[in-house]
């Protein structure tokens, strides 16, 4: 799992975390200790979950992305498929 493997790559630094989202971590950007995140993955997360396409779509874009936690928050990778 990447997130495992940035853990122990950073065993002394304090990092983010999204909630339940887990296996949707592609990345980590090291000079702001900031995890990278996938869009896609996220939205297939919440889909897994019960949501429709659009329920994931709007729970993404108000509850996730547009949510500020200090310098920390995580950066969301709009993937191009």
Same mark, same amino acid.
């Given at each position: 799992?990447?997130?495992?493997?940035?853990?122990?790559?950073?065993?002394?630094?304090?990092?983010?975390? @999204?909630?339940?989202?887990?296996?949707?971590?592609?990345?980590?950007?090291?000079?702001?200790?900031?995890?990278?995140?996938?869009?896609?993955?996220?939205?297939?997360?919440?889909?897994?979950?019960?949501?429709?396409?659009?329920? @994931?779509?709007?729970?993404?874009?108000?509850?996730?992305?547009? @949510?500020?936690?200090?310098?920390?928050?995580?950066?969301?990778?709009?993937?191009?498929?």
């Amino acid at each position: 799992m990447i997130l495992q493997n940035i853990i122990e790559l950073y065993p002394d630094e304090e990092i983010l975390i @999204a909630d339940g989202l887990d296996e949707a971590v592609i990345g980590f950007e090291s000079s702001s200790m900031r995890l990278i995140y996938s869009v896609r993955k996220c939205l297939d997360i919440f889909i897994s979950q019960g949501m429709d396409e659009v329920e @994931a779509q709007e729970y993404f874009s108000f509850n996730v992305e547009g @949510a500020y936690v200090g310098e920390q928050t995580p950066i969301w990778c709009h993937d191009i498929l």
